[in-house]
């Protein structure tokens, strides 16, 4: 388990005056922003012994404590579950994740998760970020989405995979099937995401939401369907199923954000799809030691490619 870690830093006066994040994201940089924003909001950064603010000016010789606390064992068994690893060495792995599977615990769903898989195959070297002991998760997929995820391994791993998502140099590109024929060879969606405000657990395009950006390009037109190649910039909960349902598209067999012909479970069955119509089918990144660029492309799960041959 990883110890409790306090760290000490005196501002220099050189580089003031300047924000007390902004302080910390250049003096830290093996920790990413939301996460010393975190330590920030749950008052575990003291400027001169007192709790503080993410906006508070600095003007030098203060003295910076950040006490990082230790990670709490992780309350999930480990499960011998079916796993496509695309990619593994001693720093991270790459999944090949099938529709229906829910990547971490939680909401009442403690078993037959990614994380329990990964508990099994992966022992004790998974990495500890936010708190937990070894969940491993540097970005997910939702439970009906298939597809390309990465996992570290360790903490310095986690560190560098979760700054390239951040910096939006690590590159994550889905095939979605949605309703509807697009008029457009291709486009870009930026609106902005946020929780639903009567709908606790769905999101919205919402005035108040974090900026959230989508690429896509038409591969091909159906009757009544269009298959996409979509890009993300930002990594918003559901960003491409909100963006297209946004935009009068929604993904196929999407049983929240659907409103259209597909989006019941009936439907969805008839159709033959374990999930969604949405797969991560390409990932690219910066090998966090080597810095080697890795690449992978993960083909559409034999459902999804039997629906697009009987629409061909």
């Keep these: 388990m990883n110890p409790e870690q306090t760290i000490e830093l005196t501002v220099d006066p050189a580089d003031c005056p300047v ?31 007192k709790p503080g603010k993410a906006g508070q000016k600095l003007a030098g010789g203060e003295t910076l404590r950040l006490t990082v606390p230790a990670a709490s064992p992780l309350s999930v068994e480990a499960e011998e579950l079916p796993l496509s690893v695309v990619f593994e060495d001693e720093h991270l792995l790459v999944i090949n994740k099938p529709a229906g599977m829910v990547v971490h615990p ?42 390309l995820i990465v996992v570290a ?38 609106r902005p995401i946020g929780r639903h405000p009567s709908r606790r657990k769905q999101m919205a395009v919402t005035a108040s939401g974090r900026s959230a950006v989508s690429h ?15 890009a993300l910039e930002t ?3 559901h960003q491409i199923r909100v963006h297209m349902a946004s935009l009068g598209f ?12 597909t989006g019941s479970l009936a439907q969805r069955h008839k159709l033959g799809l374990a999930g969604h119509a949405l797969h991560a089918a390409r ?6 030691t080597s810095g080697r660029l890795l690449e992978f492309e993960a083909p559409l799960p034999p459902d999804f490619q039997r629906l697009l041959d009987s629409l061909s």
């Design 106 to 147: 939680g909401a009442g769903v403690d078993s037959g998760t990614l994380v329990n898989a990964l508990l099994h195959h992966c022992r004790d070297s998974l990495s500890g970020i936010g708190g937990v002991v070894r969940p491993g998760i540097v970005h997910r997929l939702d439970k009906d989405t298939s597809g």
């Design 250 to 261: 929604p993904v196929v067999g999407d049983l929240v954000y659907n409103k259209k012909a």
């Design 235 to 237: 990594g918003r909960t």
């Design 283 to 288: 990932l690219s990144f910066t090998h966090p």
């Design 216 to 230: 896509f390009v038409v591969i091909k037109r159906f009757a009544r369907l269009t298959l996409l190649s979509v």
């Design 19 to 49: 924000r007390l994040d902004v302080y910390l994201a250049r003096a830290l940089t093996e920790r990413t922003r939301t996460q010393l924003q975190r330590y920030i909001d749950q008052e575990l950064v003291t400027v001169d012994g």
């Design 153 to 190: 391994k360790a903490d310095a791993a986690h560190h560098h995979l979760s700054e390239q998502i951040r910096a939006k140099t690590a590159r994550r590109e889905y095939v979605a099937l949605v309703e509807g024929t697009l008029p457009e060879e291709s486009g870009t969606v930026d």
